[in-house]
């Protein structure tokens, strides 16, 4: 998503853009089944297809092709930091390499094959990491800036997030079944920022509203204060709820499978309980400017958040 558009897969084989606003079509390409990955990076929107083992570069504004890119089989995982995309080391497949954004000039290739967890532009860097190490490397060259070592390996789970970025010197990392902890360009060690006593689903750490949300395996959201780690309130609605969490004004809002809609107060009291029509929900996206996006089965809706009033 950006400022005024929105990119969605659909039909098994096509990258369709939207107007963020009212939901017209701006354009409509074929790119190939199921994409390993779709990334929007500045004018251009990025995607790996499945059966295409190629990167292609589109023009956001068109969905012209502006180049492609030959790649190993099985390649996945797509980062853009600056003026480089970095692809590569899904499951371990293939080595990393790096094009340039503008007109996908290959930079350079590691020797061999690599696992990573979904990488995150960071620092200056992009930062990987596998098993109980995470490092950060210089995209232009490949070369490795620092290394750390985790207490806990890092939860790997396809194209899920592991890493949560807080600010440019400080990154959450999820490890193990109940553990984040906390990396700092500024420092060599690794820090505990949170350990809960049941068990968290392994996917990162959300970071909205100045609030660090932490989804239980068993119940809702957990909240979490970015400077010291202590937990802050649970949301447990007694329904499974989806990943995303929105800002509204001064509180936020969730939603659960079912379609419900739960606007919470800031300090996490549920306010406000609106059912809607949609029978399954699979997440919700903030589009910012008092409107977020429903993602559901076959379907989008934008939703505008109004304190007093809400719309469809």
């Known amino acids: 998503m950006t400022e005024d558009r929105v990119i969605i897969h659909e039909r098994h084989s096509r990258l369709v853009c939207l107007n963020r606003y009212d939901g017209s079509v701006r354009w409509d390409i074929p790119i190939g089944t199921w994409p390993r990955a779709v990334v929007v990076a500045g004018d251009y929107c990025l995607v790996v297809a499945q059966n295409t083992d190629q990167l292609s570069c589109l023009d956001l504004a068109t969905g012209s092709v502006v180049w492609c890119a030959g790649l190993r089989p099985y390649s996945g995982h797509v980062v ?5 995309v970095v692809v590569g080391g ?7 390499a790096a094009f340039n954004l503008k007109d996908g000039r290959p930079l350079w290739q590691t020797p061999r094959r690599m696992a990573t967890v979904l990488p995150l532009p960071w620092g200056g860097g992009v930062l990987l990491g596998s098993g109980s190490e995470t490092w950060l490397i210089d995209p232009r060259d490949g070369r490795e800036l620092v290394r750390r070592r985790l207490p806990e390996p890092l939860t790997d789970v396809d194209d899920v997030p592991a890493f949560t970025m807080i600010d440019s010197g400080r990154c959450l990392v999820r ?13 060599e060690f690794v820090d505990q920022f949170f350990s809960h006593d049941a068990d968290l689903l392994p996917w990162a750490a959300e970071f909205t509203g100045g609030v660090v949300w932490l989804r239980e395996r068993r119940a809702g959201y957990l909240a979490v204060d970015p400077a010291d780690g202590s937990a802050l309130w649970k ?3 007694r329904q499974p709820l989806v990943r995303g969490v929105v800002r509204d004004g001064e509180g936020f809002v969730v939603a659960s499978e079912g379609g419900v809609l739960f606007r919470l107060r800031s300090d996490g009291h549920i306010l406000e309980r609106s059912p809607s029509s949609v029978a399954r929900v699979a997440a919700l996206r903030d589009l910012g400017a008092g409107g977020m996006l429903m993602v ?3 379907t989008l809706r934008m939703i505008a958040i109004d304190p007093c009033q809400r719309g469809e």
């Open 296 to 298: 559901t089965k076959g």
């Open 90 to 96: 899904w499951r371990g497949y293939t080595p990393m």
């Open 235 to 237: 949301v447990d609605v």
């Open 80 to 84: 853009a930091s600056g003026e480089t």
């Open 175 to 187: 490890c193990g079944l109940r553990s984040v902890m906390c990396i700092r360009l500024s420092s």
